[in-house]
């Protein structure tokens, strides 16, 4: 398929990457080989310049089971949540690879970390309390975007986001 005629559903709408990148709760699902499933909080991601692919950050000392569940073309899911508003949208993809976070990467679930704390103050939390959450070392998760849903809660829940829903 030519990039031009690419399927939405291969594409992060524009609008999504600073909601992805943002300090939102991040909550990322796999399964074992005996389809037993994993949950795992993320410490942030980063979006590629053509949508099509996002970096994962992990933290490295909590994300054994999940990275152990990531071969190459294994099935991910990431639910990504706006505290204040619980706006809320599910990416599914498969993972290409899993490495150690490089410099500017652990610096952006630094950055993550700032930003989740200030979302979840906003809400009534404790800023010291977010800021236990370790993002140190970090792994990175690279994933094919393959699927989006619109998973805030109300009628339009499960529902996929489709090409109307893409800002004009």
């Known amino acids: ?45 980063i979006v590629s310049p053509d949508r099509r692919s996002l970096l994962l950050l992990m ?49 952006a679930a630094e950055r993550y970390l700032a930003l989740f704390t200030e979302g979840l103050y906003v809400v009534g939390m404790a800023r010291a309390i977010v800021r236990r959450v370790r993002v140190t070392p970090a792994l990175v998760a690279e994933v094919l975007v393959r699927e989006l849903y619109h998973q805030t809660p109300g009628p339009g829940a499960g529902r996929r986001l489709e090409e109307r829903d893409a800002p004009r």
Do not use: W, Y
Request: charged share 20%; glycine share 8%.
């Open 1 to 45: 398929m030519a990039s031009s005629e690419a399927a939405l559903s291969d594409v992060l709408p524009e609008e999504l990457v600073d909601f992805v990148e943002g300090g939102v709760s991040i909550q990322v699902g796999t399964r074992d080989a005996a389809l037993r499933p994993e949950c795992l909080r993320a410490v942030g991601c």
């Open 59 to 107: 933290n490295a000392a909590t994300a054994a089971r999940t990275v152990a569940n990531l071969g190459a073309g294994s099935p991910i899911a990431m639910t990504f949540s706006r505290p204040v508003d619980h706006r809320t949208v599910q990416v599914k993809g498969t993972c290409l690879t899993v490495r150690p976070a490089a410099p500017h990467e652990q610096a």
